[in-house]
T-cell receptor, first 114, second 115 residues
Framework: GAGVSQTPSNKVTEKGKYVELRCDPI?????LYWYRQSLGQGPEFLIY????????DSGLPNDRFFAVRPEGSVSTLKIQRTERGDSAVYLC????????????FGPGTRLTVL | AQSVTQPDIHITVSEGASLELRCNYS??????LFWYVQSPGQGLQLLLK??????LVQGIKGFEAEFKRSQSSFNLRKPSVHWSDAAEYFC?????????????FGAGTRLAVHP
């Protein structure tokens, strides 16, 4: 079956613009995660969904970042008023259930803010 | 706070040589520990994990790791490296309530393999 897919693969935007990043999890996976990987760093947790609700959003850096998962499948990460420091690879992962289950990662979206 | 340290940013080994990548963690309770590999253009792939039980765990691609509670370490090893093992390797600890629901990663170790 298909793995986690993320679109677009690359996104270039200008400082101050709004962007949306999309994640399609593996079919049947109820848990979905967003991570951010800056250059030379490991992935950093942003938010975790169980079904439609955000169970843990403690990693979102500020109120410019928001994520939704309205039907418990596809998720969108939204960034308002982008800043150059938001440039990173945004990774999505999904798992069957939450705790103890392996997280399967997508290839990521590389966001560049000029 | 939970954290993971990977002391080596870059490691270079010759093909056929043995490999050990170091990982130290800080976590108050019994840790859930992972090693992931990331190749260029690929997503993160799980190599192996430790939850409990035998402290020596076997993974895919011939990798193994040993959990040492006294040293707060979870080092990754492979007896004979192949050129295709060149990639970035991340150690991670699972955090959250009722098991784990997020991963805390180290900064990674980039492995280069000389022919």
């Amino acid at each position: 079956g298909a793995g986690v897919s993320q679109t677009p693969s690359n996104k270039v935007t200008e400082k101050g613009k709004y962007v949306e990043l999309r994640c399609d999890p593996i079919s049947g996976h109820t848990a979905l995660y967003w991570y951010r990987q800056s250059l030379g760093q490991g992935p950093e947790f942003l938010i975790y969904f169980q079904g439609t609700g955000a169970a843990d959003d403690s990693g979102l850096p500020n109120d410019r970042f928001f994520a939704v998962r309205p039907e418990g499948s596809v998720s969108t990460l939204k960034i308002q008023r982008t800043e150059r420091g938001d440039s990173a690879v945004y990774l999505c992962a999904s798992s069957f259930g939450g705790s103890y289950n392996e997280q399967f990662f997508g290839p990521g979206t590389r966001l560049t803010v000029l | 706070a939970q954290s993971v340290t990977q002391p080596d940013i870059h490691i270079t080994v010759s093909e056929g040589a043995s490999l050990e990548l170091r990982c130290n963690y800080s976590y108050g309770a019994t840790p859930y520990l992972f090693w992931y590999v990331q190749s260029p253009g690929q997503g993160l792939q799980l190599l192996l994990k430790y939850f409990s039980g035998d402290t020596l765990v076997q993974g895919i691609k011939g990798f193994e790791a040993e959990f040492k509670r006294s040293q707060s370490s979870f080092n990754l090893r492979k007896p004979s490296v192949h050129w295709s093992d060149a990639a970035e390797y991340f150690c991670a600890v699972g955090a959250g309530s009722g098991g784990y629901n997020k991963l805390i990663f180290g900064a990674g170790t980039r492995l280069a393999v000389h022919p």
